[in-house]
């Protein structure tokens, strides 16, 4: 199993270009995430499916557009970069369960510089 | 709302010291506890977790006790290597509500030789 994969790793964008980040999993896992680290911030949620099919805003949505394509892919599109979106990029999944809150998988992440 | 606090770092310890990471919690329901540790330039990796009330969870010789009546989690190692440096998360879930997990902000933890 590849578990999480995320691409690119790494990517420097001018303003105002748009890009799309990729996740796909493996697990076949119910709910997908998209978070951003910045330092002295800790993990903040963009946007999460909790199953094929929805999507829903997290904590910082502005600026950014998800599409869960099927069960394993999970992409997050930037529409127009902006600065303030230089950041570290990791999508997460984790099997959805009644009875018990089960852990989360992450990816190894994409770091996005924008100029 | 759920939230999970947790000390802050960094914390700097030399090899073979006693490492304690304190995190409480509080949470609407019943949640599941979890420590990620994230090793740098890589992504958060499941250490240990514990889903009910007196559990320990247990990993590479951490530790952690879910104890309900302080609504704590505290991460501890008997003797920390340097290639324990890295960047720990205390985060909680809880079943049968919202998907989202509450992360704490993560304590940097440093061992020098």
């Known amino acids: 199993n590849a578990g999480v994969t995320q691409t690119p790793k790494f990517q420097v964008l001018k303003t105002g270009q748009s890009m799309t980040l990729q996740c796909a999993q493996d697990?076949?896992?119910?709910?997908m995430y998209w978070y951003r680290q910045d330092p002295g911030m800790g993990l903040r949620l963009i946007y999460y499916s909790a199953s094929e099919g929805t999507t829903d805003k997290g904590e910082v949505p502005n600026g950014y557009n998800v599409s869960r394509l099927n069960k394993r892919e999970f992409s997050l599109r930037l529409e127009s970069a902006a600065p303030s979106q230089t950041s570290v990029y990791f999508c997460?999944?984790?099997?959805?369960?009644?009875?018990?809150?089960?852990?989360?998988?992450f990816g190894p992440g994409t770091r996005l510089t924008v100029l | 709302g759920d939230s999970v606090t947790q000390m802050e770092g960094p914390v700097t310890l030399s090899e073979e010291a006693f490492l304690t990471i304190n995190c409480t919690y509080t949470a609407t329901g019943y949640p599941s506890l979890f420590w990620y540790v994230q090793y740098p330039g890589e992504g958060l990796q499941l250490l240990l977790k514990a889903t009910k009330a007196d559990d320990k969870g247990s990993n590479k010789g951490f530790e952690a006790t879910y104890r309900k009546e302080t609504t704590s989690f505290h991460l501890e190692k008997g003797s920390v290597q340097v290639s324990d440096s890295a960047v720990y998360f205390c985060a909680l879930g809880v079943s049968g509500g919202s998907y989202i997990p509450t992360f704490g902000r993560g304590t940097s933890l440093i061992v020098h030789p």
């Open positions: 997460a999944s984790s099997e959805a369960s009644l009875a018990v809150y089960n852990e989360q998988f």
């Open positions: 697990m076949n896992h119910n709910s």
